[in-house]
């Protein structure tokens, strides 16, 4: 075998397996029910692109040339806008922003991109998003999951993650909890990258954006939010996202992804700008899940189940007071396809997460299957 082949097959041998692998045996179980399986298990949309999107896709795709890495004006125009009238940012310009292939791709490829380097440490959520961990081996880092400062102690990191509101626990973190991990990250030099994709997905209380003044005094120096257009827009197969925050980390982040050749397609960057102007369709998007997740959390309550967290996002966070792969296997017997919660770390060993990603008429298979 060649060395390259060496080479790539041990950066591949240092990662962990890939979760969705390990769970074969209960999507076969799931789709051996009579009725057919309703997969809740991964997040991905299932509803209808919004045609005002499908028009701007349609009217950017005769660009012959290549586009550019940072994006047009106008994205970055859009993104600013919505992000001060979705979420209450301020102090954000076109510099402040850069549009990424899809946010695992940027999340995956991160700490290596600003510089965190073997050795040093990464933070990450005690249950979380795999891919931190993913982003924070490719670049050869420790890791440490924290929820707080005090769970980090006296070490001092390069890199910390927050994920509010939270995949798979839909935790929320309030303005005062997010305020002191920014302080204490600033006082130690550490870079915060608060994953915001479900930001938009909020049922009960407030999410804050790391980049409101109520967390970060107006001040982002030091800090990235990464925003998806896949969950509030149904954009999953457009592989749309984008960055915001401190400038001159932009700027760095814009460096390197230009010599890598990490262009967001121009029919994309389009569609994009179509999608952060329209809000008529994320707030129709957010009421087809908050109907589904009321017939789903009402049905697992019924079904003994007890939901954590959850206030936000995707997902309801269950257990049965069991390990989770029992659980996903009891829901599998069930014709219902759910993660078991070990996806994101030890701490979830006994919670399966299923998403709100299914249909109406899965939805309400799912229910009737629950009932006691």
């Known amino acids: 075998m060649c060395r390259s082949s060496n080479r790539l097959r041990r ?17 076969a179980a799931a789709a051996a029910h009579p009725g057919g399986i309703v997969d809740l298990s991964v997040g991905t949309p299932v509803d209808p692109v919004d045609p005002v999107i499908r028009k701007a896709l349609d009217e950017s795709s005769e660009f012959p040339g290549y586009p550019q890495t940072v994006g047009t004006r106008d994205l970055r125009d ?10 209450g940012v301020t102090g954000l310009d076109e510099s402040s922003i850069l549009p990424v292939i899809g946010t695992k791709e940027v999340i995956a490829g991160l700490p290596a991109q600003i510089g965190v380097a073997a050795g040093d440490l990464v933070v990450i959520p005690e249950v979380a998003y795999p891919t931190y961990e993913v982003g924070a ?6 890791i440490l999951r924290a929820d707080t400062v005090d769970a980090i102690g006296d070490r001092d990191p390069v890199l910390i993650y927050l994920n509010s509101p939270s995949n798979p626990t839909g935790r929320v973190q309030g303005a005062d909890e997010l305020r002191a991990i920014v302080d204490w990250a600033r006082s130690r030099g550490a870079v915060v990258v608060s994953d915001e994709c479900y930001l938009g997905l909020t049922w009960e209380g407030s999410a804050y954006s790391v980049l409101h003044p109520d967390v970060c005094g107006g001040d ?13 827009s149904n954009l999953a197969s457009y592989r749309a996202g984008f960055l915001a925050g401190d400038r001159e980390l932009i700027a760095e982040l814009l460096a390197v992804r230009k010599h890598a050749g990490m262009i967001v397609p121009f029919p994309i960057q389009g569609a994009t700008v179509a999608a952060l102007n329209d809000d008529a369709h994320v707030d129709a998007q957010r009421e087809r899940y908050r109907a589904r997740r009321d017939k789903l959390r009402t049905a697992l309550l019924a079904a003994g189940f007890t939901i954590d967290h959850s206030e936000a996002g995707l997902y309801l966070w269950a257990t049965r007071g069991e390990g989770a792969r029992v659980t996903q296997r ?13 996806f994101y770390g030890p701490a979830g060993a006994q919670h399966i997460r299923m998403a709100l990603t299914g249909t109406d008429e899965r939805v309400d298979a799912a229910v009737e299957r629950l009932r006691p």
């Not at 859009?78 to 979420?87: D, G, K, S, T």
């Not at 009891?330 to 070990?342: E, N, S």
């Open 78 to 87: 859009a993104a600013v806008a919505a992000l001060l009238r979705r979420f």
């Open 137 to 142: 081996l490719l670049a050869g880092a420790d």
């Open 11 to 27: 950066v591949s041998s240092a990662l962990p397996d890939f979760p969705w692998d390990t769970i074969a045996d209960a999507k």
């Open 330 to 342: 009891w829901l599998a017997d069930r014709g219902i396809l759910v993660a078991p919660g070990d």
């Open 220 to 232: 982002h120096t030091g800090l990235i939010a990464v925003h998806s257009l896949s969950k509030v």
